[in-house]
């Protein structure tokens, strides 16, 4: 067997195992990290078809039928995040004399040091909720300026990249930091008054990755547990933040199953956020859901300011109160479940 064969079918093992890992639901973090590179398994897997098309290759309509079976299975899982596939969230504009929310998550990457670009971008932008995470002491004190544009802040400041900023001018009426799975990641759960006096709730989450050291089971389990904490509730509900989790795995359909949440970025494209240094590298982890009841108005991505993930914001705005969305929102997930 020539080399080519040789590395044609090692190349196509690893296409396989990779592409079988994660079916397994294992925790293990070597086993998820397979998770999140479909588009790549799914391009490496046509890039060995191809070849075993027009080259030589021992068993060569085994390795072609494997290598379609691999590239139609991720393709599958990525078509959603593509702009080929059907939306999930229709863009609305906003109505004459209503004002819209803005909001904008950021990991702001604790070893980052520019400052300066990151509150150049919250000036600019100026949203009405802002999510911070990876905030330490060092960041708190140079964003204490920009901060204090805010009537109400909440903070959980650590050094071991799991700090959390929650701030915002809107009306609050609760805001607390909580501790989902039991560990030391925080999320925030906030219940705000929209400009029309509408109450939403506000989740904002920030689990561990899996990494050499991290299972993913806490990190499941925190992603499970705010989905069956949204899943009783009746406002409109918004839930940003870094899942460190892609959009397309079991987790994140399984989130959005038990809380009936839908995802701009269905039918618009990945939108990646991370890795904001490598493009051959980036995948949608920093997410985005809203219940059907929030209009959307706008999700985008902002410009890189050091840190290894994107700004995330997005522009929503509220039915008045008694208008009869949130009733269509229950008669929905009572007919889905």
Same mark, same amino acid.
């Given at each position: 067997?020539?080399?080519?064969?040789?590395? !044609?079918?090692?190349?196509?093992?690893?296409?396989?195992?990779? #592409?079988?890992?994660?079916?397994?639901? /294992?925790?293990?973090?070597?086993?998820?990290?397979?998770? &999140?590179?479909? !588009?790549?398994?799914?391009?490496?897997?046509?890039?060995?078809?191809?070849?075993?098309? &027009?080259?030589?290759?021992?068993?060569? /309509?085994?390795?072609?039928?494997?290598?379609?079976?691999?590239?139609?299975?991720?393709?599958? =899982?990525?078509?959603?995040?593509?702009?080929?596939?059907? #939306?999930?969230?229709?863009?609305?504009?906003?109505?004459?004399?209503?004002?819209?929310? /803005?909001?904008?998550?950021?990991?702001?990457?604790?070893?980052? =040091?520019?400052?300066?670009?990151?509150?150049? $971008?919250?000036?600019?932008?100026?949203?009405?909720?802002? !999510?911070?995470?990876?905030?330490?002491?060092?960041?708190?004190?140079?964003?204490?300026?920009?901060?204090?544009?805010?009537? #109400?802040?909440?903070?959980?400041?650590?050094?071991?990249?799991?700090?959390?900023?929650?701030?915002?001018?809107?009306?609050?009426? *609760? $805001?607390?930091?909580?501790?989902?799975?039991?560990?030391?990641?925080?999320?925030?759960?906030?219940?705000?008054?929209?400009?029309?006096?509408?109450?939403?709730?506000?989740?904002?989450?920030?689990?561990?990755?899996?990494?050499?050291?991290?299972?993913?089971?806490?990190?499941?389990?925190?992603?499970?547990?705010?989905?069956?904490? #949204?899943?009783? *509730?009746?406002?409109?509900?918004?839930?940003?933040?870094?899942?460190?989790?892609?959009?397309?795995?079991?987790?994140?359909?399984?989130?959005?199953?038990?809380?009936?949440?839908?995802?701009?970025?269905?039918?618009?494209?990945?939108?990646?956020?991370?890795?904001?240094?490598?493009?051959?590298?980036?995948?949608?982890?920093?997410?985005?859901?809203?219940?059907?009841?929030?209009?959307?108005? /706008?999700?985008?991505?902002?410009?890189? &300011?050091?840190?290894?993930?994107?700004?995330?914001?997005?522009?929503?705005?509220?039915?008045?109160?008694? *208008?009869?969305?949130?009733?269509?929102?229950?008669?929905?997930?009572?007919?889905?479940?």
């Amino acid at each position: 067997m020539s080399m080519l064969n040789v590395a !044609l079918w090692l190349t196509g093992i690893a296409v396989i195992i990779t #592409t079988a890992l994660p079916l397994t639901n /294992s925790v293990t973090w070597w086993v998820r990290m397979w998770d &999140f590179p479909r !588009l790549h398994i799914s391009l490496l897997a046509l890039v060995v078809l191809m070849a075993a098309l &027009f080259i030589a290759v021992c068993l060569k /309509s085994l390795l072609i039928a494997l290598m379609s079976v691999v590239f139609v299975f991720q393709a599958i =899982q990525i078509f959603p995040y593509t702009p080929l596939a059907r #939306t999930e969230v229709d863009l609305a504009e906003v109505p004459s004399g209503v004002k819209a929310v /803005s909001m904008m998550s950021v990991n702001v990457l604790m070893e980052n =040091q520019r400052y300066g670009d990151l509150i150049y $971008i919250i000036e600019r932008e100026d949203p009405d909720v802002l !999510l911070l995470m990876e905030t330490d002491n060092v960041w708190h004190n140079a964003l204490r300026d920009v901060l204090s544009r805010y009537t #109400t802040i909440k903070m959980h400041l650590a050094d071991d990249h799991y700090g959390l900023i929650i701030a915002t001018r809107l009306d609050v009426i *609760s $805001i607390d930091l909580l501790w989902p799975a039991q560990d030391d990641t925080p999320a925030v759960k906030a219940v705000l008054n929209a400009p029309n006096g509408t109450a939403f709730n506000f989740i904002g989450l920030h689990p561990r990755p899996p990494v050499p050291g991290n299972t993913t089971e806490v990190r499941d389990k925190q992603i499970k547990d705010v989905a069956l904490m #949204t899943s009783s *509730s009746d406002r409109p509900t918004i839930c940003m933040g870094d899942f460190n989790d892609v959009a397309w795995s079991w987790t994140t359909r399984r989130f959005k199953r038990y809380s009936d949440f839908l995802e701009p970025r269905v039918g618009r494209g990945m939108i990646s956020s991370f890795h904001a240094a490598y493009p051959f590298m980036r995948l949608p982890i920093d997410q985005l859901f809203v219940t059907q009841d929030v209009n959307l108005v /706008s999700f985008n991505r902002l410009e890189n &300011f050091g840190s290894d993930h994107f700004p995330m914001v997005a522009t929503v705005f509220f039915d008045s109160p008694g *208008s009869g969305k949130n009733g269509e929102r229950n008669d929905a997930r009572h007919n889905h479940r």
